[in-house]
């Protein structure tokens, strides 16, 4: 079992930069692949970033590619998520998940969640 908790958003202009972080609870972090999802109001939760439990394989989304890096420093049971040229259309509520090893994008996968950290984004 592990237990996420995600902080790192708030209130941003457009093109500015957040880091989101998620520290993992137990000691077996290293085992689990982790996810960042967010949800806008009236829309579904959708997929962000995912990295492998290593952090030899990291995937985007194409809405983010170029612009948001998923890490993770196992030793630190931590998860990042830095977000550069932020743009009104990010703004949701950001959420890491954790799988045990397999690297995945759909959120029905993930068997761990956080509470969530508000990301808003102003024009």
């Known amino acids: 079992q592990v237990k996420l908790v995600e902080s790192g958003g708030g209130l941003v202009q457009a093109g500015g930069s957040l880091r989101l972080s998620c520290v993992a609870s137990?000691?077996?972090?290293?085992?689990?692949?982790m996810g960042w999802f967010r949800q806008a109001p009236g829309k579904e939760r959708e997929f962000v970033a995912a990295?492998?439990?290593?952090?030899?394989?990291?995937y985007y989304a194409d809405s983010v590619k170029g612009r948001f890096t998923i890490s993770r420093d196992n030793a630190k049971n931590m998860a990042y998520l830095q977000m550069n040229s932020l743009k009104p259309e990010d703004t949701a509520v950001y959420y890491c998940?954790?799988?045990?090893?397999?690297?995945?994008?759909?959120?029905?996968?993930?068997?761990?969640w956080g509470q969530g950290t508000q990301v808003t984004v102003s024009s």
């Open positions: 990295i492998s439990w290593s952090g030899g394989t990291t």
């Open positions: 998940a954790a799988e045990r090893w397999s690297i995945v994008v759909r959120a029905d996968e993930y068997d761990h």
């Open positions: 137990g000691r077996t972090f290293s085992s689990y692949a």
